[in-house]
């Protein structure tokens, strides 16, 4: 796939996780990759900036198999974020199929 296209789009794939529940990095990384090829390397700086735009926060969880865990939570400014961001991917989408057609 086009790495364009993954960068595009990555960072709403996180928001739209994030709102399902509070996740991890690598807990990202391995629901992505179930649908597209990505690294550990991509996330991490997403979600770098993605707290300091204030649209989630982190907060360390107990875990049974190793250190405690970062974990992400949707802020309500992330929630708002991902709203905008839907219907701009459903408009941009939509716009791009009525040319090639499909």
């Known amino acids: 796939m086009n790495i364009q296209f993954k960068k595009g789009v990555l960072e ?15 807990e990202l990384v391995e629901k992505i990759s179930a649908h597209i090829d990505i690294s550990e390397g991509t996330i991490y700086p997403l979600l770098r900036r993605l707290k300091n735009d204030g649209y989630v926060d982190t907060y360390l969880q ?5 250190p405690p865990r970062k974990y992400y939570k949707l802020t309500d ?6 709203n905008l961001q839907i ?3 459903t408009d941009f989408t939509s716009s ?3 040319i ?3």
């Open 12 to 26: 709403l794939l996180v928001l739209s996780l994030l709102i399902e529940k509070d996740m991890y990095g690598y």
């Open 62 to 66: 107990e875990s049974q198999t190793g």
């Open 77 to 82: 400014t992330g929630r708002a974020s991902q």
């Open 87 to 89: 219907k701009e991917w």
């Open 96 to 98: 791009v199929n009525t």
């Open 100 to 102: 090639l057609k499909i």
